[in-house]
């Protein structure tokens, strides 16, 4: 009996995810050690260069914005900014270069020897910490492209309190995303801080992307066989290739915005969550036998679930549980000591997008974090970032620069939001000498976003969205604090008190 086409969909996939795998492989054998004169830039960045989606889209340039505040009269000059933070970084070629997209590589700014005070700007207002957040958040898009002048890729944005403001001031390290991923630059700043009493701080190369932190188990992996482990890496490519053409997520009123047609609008606000205690989270992560991210990642989702309801979401009404609400997840590859050590080649991007549904339908916690525990020690399990990693960076070249930008935009549009979860330094650090109070990641992207960083014992976050899609969003800190709580009574874990205010005011 001849097969269905439904039933000949899954043979052509695997025949193509073998044909890639064949390609990638061949095309890394093939491929000859970089030397430093020969370095060049990976497609992942020249594509980030370029821009990730169609013009039409209008996303702007792929921008990381780190901040970390200080009570207003500590706040570094910005002297102490440029030499001590700014003309270390110099050192590293990528920071002191410009990229040449055409070439795929760096090349020196047409200045010559760029000075240190050309990578920093400074603003004043004069208010509390709220508006310092919507200024940050403004100035998230501003260019570091070209119209610059031709200086490198990146600057520090000090905002400064005026004088007599009791709010705090912030220097805002803005990285596009070409010059390297968030591992290789935790590593070179790692170099330039120190704790309070100038000890090197512990690395966060104890780093971990969020889908790649360790399970909370403790069991160690079974090996493969090699026909089990080829399987596996043609079901991850058959993954990969088809999930820019899988079902759109449903259209709640949190995911109403992602269609075919979706755009930047070019408005954008940030919704700061509670500062949780990181020993708290901890604490749940144990009690649940899960991970940090885990929980965080519940909490989130606990939140999306509670704001639909909030709004009468008539979709969440009628499917439940059978809700399909995922998050893109960056997953970021480790590389050798050696490496982040060397200035030439630290700064690199080795990281991919992975897709994750995160349970929004369930009505139960417990429910959801069994749910999301599953979905992420799924994607541990399964090579689906590796085999991701290696298409997007073997197979991309080959591709026109507006098919792998529709592609990528294809995948996106059909999720819900991007999730990140950053391991920051343990103790509380000095940048440019000044003691650092605390710290927020802003990016600001086609989808919501959700960035989440631990530093000196708590967790920081935030949601940034289109300011016209999410009516009454201010009520997601709330809900996100809620859901800890909630999660605390289950799990019998008492609460800190600061998070019980946060989740009833």
């Known amino acids: 009996m001849p ?40 497609f992942t960045s020249v594509g980030l260069g370029l821009g990730s989606f169609p013009p039409e889209s209008n996303v702007k340039e792929p921008i990381i914005n780190a901040s970390v505040y200080f009570d207003n009269n500590n706040c570094p000059s910005s002297q102490d900014v440029a030499e001590m933070i700014v003309r270390p970084l110099l050192d590293y070629e990528r920071m002191s270069h410009v990229p040449d997209l055409d070439n795929r590589k760096c090349r020196p700014s047409s200045h010559g020897d760029v000075q240190p005070m050309d990578l920093i700007r400074e603003l004043s207002i004069n208010g509390d910490e709220k508006l310092l957040n919507q200024t940050i958040v403004e100035h998230c898009q501003d260019t570091l492209g070209s119209g610059r002048g031709d200086l490198p890729w990146w600057e520090i944005l000090i905002i400064r309190n005026e004088d007599g403001s009791d709010g705090p001031s912030a220097c805002v390290i803005r990285v596009h995303h070409v010059i390297g991923d968030g591992l290789a630059l935790v590593a070179a700043f790692n170099k330039l801080l120190t704790t309070e009493d100038g000890k090197p701080i512990d690395s966060p190369l104890s780093f971990k ?19 089990s482990t080829i399987w596996s890496l043609i079901q991850a490519t058959g993954h990969c290739l088809t999930l820019g ?36 989270v901890k604490k749940l992560k144990s009690a649940a036998g899960v991970t940090v991210n885990d929980i965080l990642m519940t909490a989130v989702s606990q939140a999306i679930h509670d ?21 893109l997840l960056p997953v970021g590859f480790p590389r050798s000591q050696d490496e982040l050590n060397d200035k030439y080649t630290a700064m690199r991007n080795m990281w991919c997008m992975v897709s994750c549904d995160i349970g929004v ?43 792998g930008q529709q592609t990528v935009f ?21 940048f440019a000498g000044k003691k650092v109070k605390s710290v927020q990641l802003f990016f600001d992207n086609l989808l919501t976003q959700v960035d989440l960083i631990s530093y000196a014992g708590q967790v920081y976050g935030n949601i940034i969205f289109d300011a016209d899609q999410l009516p009454n969003s201010e009520i997601f800190g709330q809900l996100y604090a809620k859901a800890l709580v909630e999660l605390a009574k289950r799990l019998k874990i008492d609460v800190p008190p600061e998070v019980v205010r946060k989740a009833v005011h």
């Open 410 to 430: 294809d995948t996106f549009s059909r999720h819900s939001l991007v999730l990140t979860n950053v391991a920051g330094p343990a103790d509380k650090i000095l």
């Open 307 to 327: 704001y639909c309801k909030s709004q009468n979401d008539e979709v969440l009404a009628e499917k439940g549980s059978d809700i399909q609400c995922r998050g």
């Open 209 to 227: 992307s969020s889908a790649s932190s360790s399970s909370g188990g403790g069991k160690k992996k079974a090996k493969k066989g090699i026909l």
């Open 361 to 403: 339908g369930h009505s139960d916690i417990e429910d959801r974090l069994r749910h999301i525990h599953s979905k992420t020690t799924e994607m541990k399990e399964r090579p689906r970032a590796y085999m991701q990693l290696q298409i997007q960076n073997n197979l991309g070249p080959c591709i026109p620069v507006s098919v």
């Open 245 to 280: 053409a899988t079902k759109y997520d449903d259209d709640t009123v949190f995911s109403k915005m992602n269609h075919s047609k979706m755009k930047h609008s070019g408005k954008r606000e940030a919704v700061m969550f509670p500062t949780v205690p990181l020993d708290f």
């Open 3 to 42: 097969l269905t086409e439904e039933q000949q969909l899954p043979i052509y996939v695997e025949a193509l995810a073998f044909f890639v795998i064949s390609t990638v492989f061949l095309s890394i054998a093939g491929r000859k050690k970089e030397t430093k004169k020969e370095r060049r830039l990976s």
